[in-house]
């Protein structure tokens, strides 16, 4: 590798390592260090920052939605979690549990919630009287624990940072609506505020939620190809109604279960973003969730005028609701330019006594690496580039994600495509399919699509098709 390309020394060529490059990117970078526990993770205040975006927009979403923030205790009594089979069978082996506090041995066993969907539905059974108590949609930020063998930071830790949205309706259209119409939010949250295109439908019965009726996926491609899920949306029907006796009082004066859902996305989603938009310099952050938008390096600051003309910018860029911020570490410009491309801000201004003369400052763009000179503190100049640099990100990685999306015919075509690519393919929907997929390629069904299947038939076994459906590999 030429040396122009090598950068940031500190980091793996991604071109030969992608999952070493990713582990330099998280460290370097200073998103998160390894926590002392095995599995979890210390998020830094970068990365955190990035988070606080990442709720911020999202909560703007939600609340137009009608959803109302909650919380709820971090401990489950673990006889909840076994009211439910197929939800208590689908987490038993992630779950951590408490069985002594206070110096004495525990009375019931609490679970540390590995989500709160039987602690939820217990407390919304308690609420729950009439129909016109109902719709109930809440929502909590908080932390979940699923005790994972491996680990990686953000895409799977033990500990984790999510949202859970829980939702009962009082009939099944109304809770199926609401799975879509939330799964909806995310892609556009996802496309519009992460640039990151993604493929949207329903999960495959064996890689649904325990304890749903149905699930549907958000998978977002990542640069070597494999597949990110970056988010979920649960149609429960009646089954946790059932299992908490959550009933209400309808309109012909009968008791009636109520139909619910949940949905939730996680601080996996920081480890989309790197991951979809990287390159050999560190990040890439698209300037809606990243913490520092512009980033302003004084050059010569010791010459007169230079950092008061610095400051005068970065007023100027604040006021106009840009995160703005100069560096005026005792650093040469160079290492500066440096730290901060790896960092992906996406914009870098260099003011110098140069510059000053001439009334113009230098701007730099991280999606592109273009260089261009700007009217001094033309900060509509400014609003423009950042917003270019959201629309170039996301037709860059929709254009890259396209040319990774292959059709198979047959088993042969599948094993072949998924190296780097997400493979569609018409299926039959049965599990043996799936399971033979996933022995011969390590290849798993991701979403399924609306795609029309006449007259097609399943990749695998050649019965006729009922879905067509993406495979790929995953983290």
């Known amino acids: 590798m030429s040396k122009e390309k090598q950068f940031v020394k500190e980091i ?6 992608f999952p070493q490059w990713y582990t330099d990117v998280v460290l370097k970078t200073e998103l998160v260090d390894y926590g002392p526990v095995k599995g979890t993770m210390v998020i830094r205040p970068y990365g955190y920052a990035i988070w606080e975006n990442i709720q911020n927009e999202l909560n703007r979403r939600f609340k137009e939605k009608g959803v109302k923030n909650a919380y709820f205790p971090l401990l489950i009594p673990e006889s909840y979690m076994k009211k439910e089979a197929e939800h208590v069978e689908g987490f038993a082996p992630e779950v951590a549990v408490v069985t002594h506090a206070g110096g004495e041995k525990l009375q019931e066993n609490l679970v540390i919630r590995p989500t709160s969907e039987t602690i939820i539905c217990q407390m919304y059974a308690k609420w729950l009287q009439s129909y016109r108590d109902l719709p109930i949609i809440m929502n909590q930020w908080c932390n979940v624990m699923r005790w994972e063998k491996t680990t990686r930071p953000f895409l799977r830790t033990s500990e984790f940072l999510w949202q859970e949205g829980h939702t009962v309706h009082a009939t099944e259209e109304e809770a199926e609506q609401e799975a879509q119409t939330m799964l909806g939010v995310y892609k ?20 649904k939620f325990a304890g749903a009726v149905a699930t549907y996926g958000m998978e977002a491609m990542m640069l070597d190809g494999k597949s990110l899920q970056a988010g979920t949306s649960h149609y429960l029907g009646q089954n946790f109604a059932k299992a908490f006796d959550m009933k209400f009082l309808d309109k012909d004066g009968t008791l009636k279960y109520g139909y619910s859902t949940s949905w939730g996305v996680s601080t996996r989603l920081i480890g989309a973003l790197i991951m979809a938009h990287g390159d050999q310099r560190g990040l890439v952050l698209p300037p ?3 913490p520092i938008q512009v980033i302003i390096i004084p050059v010569a600051a010791h010459k007169g005028g230079v950092t008061e003309k610095t400051e005068e910018v970065a007023a100027k860029l604040k006021a106009a609701g840009i995160r703005a911020e100069i560096d005026a570490r005792e650093e040469s410009a160079g290492w500066k330019f440096n730290e901060w491309e790896m960092k992906g801000v996406p914009v870098r201004i260099e003011i110098g006594p140069r ?10 763009r991280r999606d592109t690496h273009e260089k261009n000179s700007y009217a001094l503190g033309d900060v509509a100049a400014i609003e423009n580039l950042l917003c270019d640099i959201q629309k170039n990100m996301l037709e860059k990685s929709r254009k890259l994600r396209d040319e990774k999306v292959v059709w198979a015919e047959n088993l042969n075509e599948i094993i072949k495509g998924v190296d780097g690519n997400f493979v569609k393919a018409p299926w039959c929907g049965c599990r043996e399919c799936e399971e033979k997929v996933k022995q011969s390629a390590s290849a798993t069904t991701r979403v399924m699509t609306e795609d029309d299947v006449s007259g097609k038939t399943c990749a695998i076994c050649g019965k006729p098709a009922k879905t067509v459906v993406f495979f790929a590999r995953a983290y």
């Open 12 to 17: 793996t060529d991604m071109t030969v390592d």
């Open 188 to 207: 556009e949250f996802a496309e519009n505020a992460l640039a990151i295109p993604v493929f949207v439908g329903r999960k495959s019965e064996k890689e």
């Open 288 to 290: 809606v969730v990243a």
């Open 355 to 364: 510059d000053i003369e001439n009334g113009q400052m230098f701007v730099a």
